[in-house]
C-alpha cells in the first residue's frame, strides 16, 4: 500500500502518503502509531469528527501490522540481548579497531552483528591481533586513525561539506570504508550512492572484479547464497554483487547493496535482502584481513 484513502470529518476523502510512523529497535519496528484513526475502520463505523483512514483500507492496514508483528516476534526476542565480544575490554596488544561510523540516520540496526563478525574472525583466521569494535562519528578526531570504517542503516543520511571533507582525507590517506544497506533497504542505498558522489565527484562505484585480492585475502569467494527475498525479485544470483572505489590503485571503498549484518547476527530476517549467514561473514572476515595486510 503506497498510499492511505482518508476520510475527514466533513464526509471528504482525500489520498495520501501513509500515516504510520514507527520507533524501530534492530532491524524491526517495536512502536507503530498512526495519527489518523484506524480502528473505528476495524470497527466498521464512522463519525462526523477526526480524520480517518476509509474501513476497507483501515482492515487491510491492520491486517499487514498483525501479519508484520507475528512475523518479527521471534527477532524483537532476538534482538531483546546485545552480544558483547569478549576481547572488547581484554588489555590490548596490537589492536584491530573495528570501528563504526555513526550518522544522523538509524546507525546500528544490527546490534549483535559486528560482535558476531569479530568472533568469527578470530576463531576462523590466524590474524595475531585483538579485536575491538568502537563507535566514531566523522567529526571524531579519532577517526582518522582507524584502518577500516564500516557503516550501515536503513534510511536516509547525509553528510555536510565538513564531514564528506574529512572522509575524502581519511580515504586518501590509507582508510577504508566498508558499507553495506541493512536488509537491503533502497532508501539507504539510494543515501549511500549520493553521499559517496560528494566525497569522490570525480569516482564512481564500479563493481569488484572476482579476481580482486579482497575476494582471496582469507577465504577464496567465487559463489555466494542470497536471502529467499533476492532469489524472488532478482531471480537465482551465485555471485558477489561489491562495488569500490579504488584510489591510486588502492581498494578504499567497498559497498554492498545486498545486506551483510544480517548474516552476522545469524538471525533469520524474513524480510531482508540479502547475503546467507557463511557469506556474510566469509566477506566480512576478508575484508578485515584485507584492511590489515594492505
Not at 540481548?81 to 550518522?103: N, W
Request: aromatic letters at 12%; proline letters at 5%.
Amino acid at each position: 500500500m503506497n498510499t492511505f484513502t482518508y476520510k475527514k470529518a466533513d464526509g471528504s476523502t482525500y489520498v495520501e502518503a501513509p500515516c504510520l510512523e514507527s520507533i524501530d529497535f534492530g532491524c524491526r519496528s517495536g512502536v507503530i502509531f498512526s495519527p489518523c484513526d484506524l480502528t473505528c475502520g476495524w470497527d466498521g463505523h464512522e463519525h462526523p469528527r477526526g480524520t480517518r483512514v476509509v474501513i476497507e483500507e483501515a482492515r487491510q492496514v491492520g491486517a499487514n501490522i498483525v501479519t508484520y508483528l507475528l512475523g518479527t516476534y521471534q527477532l524483537g526476542r532476538f534482538l531483546s540481548s546485545t552480544k558483547v565480544y569478549h576481547e572488547a575490554t581484554a588489555p590490548s596488544r596490537d589492536d584491530f579497531i573495528f570501528a563504526q561510523l555513526k550518522h544522523e540516520g538509524d546507525w546500528d540496526p544490527d546490534p549483535s552483528a559486528v560482535h558476531n563478525l569479530l568472533k568469527h574472525a578470530r576463531d576462523n583466521s590466524t590474524l595475531e591481533v585483538k579485536f575491538k569494535r568502537e563507535n566514531v562519528s566523522l567529526k571524531d578526531p579519532k577517526a582518522a586513525t582507524y584502518p577500516l570504517m564500516y557503516m550501515t542503516g536503513h534510511r536516509e543520511f547525509h553528510w555536510n561539506q565538513d564531514e564528506a571533507g574529512r572522509l575524502q582525507r581519511y580515504l586518501k590517506a590509507g582508510g577504508v570504508l566498508f558499507a553495506d544497506a541493512c536488509c537491503g533497504r533502497m532508501s539507504f542505498d539510494m543515501a549511500f550512492r549520493r553521499e559517496i558522489a560528494k566525497v569522490f565527484p570525480e569516482h564512481k562505484l564500479q563493481r569488484i572484479p572476482l579476481d580482486h585480492p579482497l575476494y582471496h585475502s582469507h577465504y577464496d569467494i567465487r559463489q555466494v547464497g542470497y536471502t529467499p527475498r533476492v532469489r524472488e525479485d532478482f531471480g537465482e544470483m551465485n555471485t558477489p554483487e561489491l562495488e569500490g572505489i579504488m584510489l591510486d590503485g588502492r581498494l578504499a571503498v567497498v559497498y554492498s547493496r545486498f545486506d551483510l549484518g544480517n548474516g552476522w547476527e545469524q538471525f533469520p530476517h524474513a524480510y531482508s535482502y540479502g547475503l546467507k549467514d557463511e557469506p556474510a561473514l566469509e566477506i566480512g572476515t576478508n575484508m578485515i584481513v584485507h584492511a590489515i595486510t594492505h
